[in-house]
């Protein structure tokens, strides 16, 4: 009988797992931000894979987070999204689905949200109302920049402060939300940061930490669409080809850490999308050269399919743990993250005890291969 008895709740367990339940939560976070501009099904999202989705974006509109008609790339952001990534639950009862405000085109209207206690106590209850809205489990803002004009965006002087203003009030109103309601866990509050010292410089790292749960580092971008030079967009570390002024992963951790911020609250950025350069000098197989154009954004099936081609070369900068592709007939470089990049980036989060990971953004990965390669890279110690 007892043998029976075991033999039965094996078989269980065995059918318990095959109905797709989710597995234990990872002890390191894995946020994916979501673009709702992509017309991507959300029913396909490998929800177990994810401890945290980031659905972007809300805007600012007169002072108050919401959907209004304002659209990214013809596509309007809308409720329905948002109900379509809660209701992935059912596949991970674990996961948290966070709303991000704002981002590279919609943080103009942060710096006016910020800049009285009444203005910010409109948007902090409106934060919270959202939150309410749609069954959130918290809001991420993504301020690009305060005290910077990023995008054509307002800035001021006094952005540096009253932005931990912003997030305090925040916190406030959000944590008596959940008080209200009775909630055993308090909503989340998060931010992307930028990754250089430019941004800490306009910003009060220290002081906005102690009212976030988390802080997902922009460690993309480095060398972008602004920036004639090549090079690499995401490195590790400091490339031995690079000046000793440019930028990396691991400098921008540093930053935050200085800050006197717990490594247990920052993940660092990684992208799942490339950067292209047209036109780069033939020297050091376009490393860090002059270029024609700037480097434009490029998805990460055009980056395969430039792996695949013949003309182009997969180096590997073992300084940077950055690869990058080299077209020498058509002086072509393109920048991005592979699952080499990606493990040797997994173990530098185990090795500084980071929170865990984020990155940009889930739509763009080509058959799970870069959340693949986060997951495993995240695993053991």
Request: aromatic share 10%; proline share 3%.
């Amino acid at each position: 009988m007892k043998n029976r008895i075991i033999c039965a709740l094996s078989g269980l367990l065995m059918l318990l797992a095959s109905c797709g339940t989710a597995p234990s939560v990872n002890e390191y976070m894995v946020v994916g931000y979501v673009a709702g501009f992509r017309g991507y099904d959300f029913s396909g999202i490998d929800a177990a894979k994810l401890t945290h989705i980031n659905y972007a974006f809300a805007n600012i509109i007169d002072g108050e987070v919401r959907f209004g008609s304002e659209k990214i790339d013809n596509t309007e952001m809308n409720s329905g999204d948002i109900r379509a990534l809660v209701a992935l639950k059912e596949v991970n009862p674990e996961l948290k689905v966070l709303v991000s405000v704002g981002g590279w085109g919609w943080s103009g209207n942060f710096s006016d949200a910020a800049l009285s206690d009444s203005s910010r106590t409109r948007f902090a209850v409106s934060a919270a109302a959202f939150i309410r809205e749609h069954a959130l489990d918290g809001i991420d803002l993504d301020w690009e920049y305060p005290n910077q004009v990023g995008a054509g965006n307002i800035c001021r002087p006094e952005d540096v402060h009253n932005f931990t203003l912003m997030l305090e009030c925040v916190r406030k109103h959000i944590d008596s939300l959940a008080s209200v309601q009775g909630r055993e866990e308090p909503y989340l509050l998060t931010i992307a940061t930028g990754a250089d010292e430019v941004y800490a410089a306009n910003t009060e790292l220290g002081e906005i930490a102690k009212h976030l749960d988390f802080i997902n580092i922009m460690t993309y971008d480095l060398h972008n669409g602004l920036t004639s030079q090549t090079g690499h967009h995401s490195n590790l570390y400091l490339s031995g080809s690079d000046s000793p002024d440019g930028d990396a992963t691991v400098k921008a951790v540093d930053i935050h850490l200085r800050a006197g911020i717990n490594p247990s609250k920052l993940n660092i950025g990684v992208p799942f999308y490339g950067r292209i350069w047209r036109g780069a000098e033939p020297v050091n197989n376009g490393l860090y050269r002059e270029a024609a154009t700037t480097g434009a954004g490029m998805s990460y099936t055009d980056v395969l399919k430039a792996a695949a081609d013949p003309a182009f070369v997969r180096h590997y900068d073992s300084s940077a743990a950055a690869p990058f592709l080299w077209n020498e007939r058509d002086s072509v470089f393109i920048s991005y993250d592979d699952e080499v990049s990606i493990a040797a980036k997994m173990e530098y989060v185990k090795s500084k005890g980071l929170g865990g990971v984020m990155f940009w953004e889930y739509t763009e990965d080509v058959d799970g291969m870069l959340l693949n390669a986060i997951v495993e890279g995240l695993k053991g110690r």
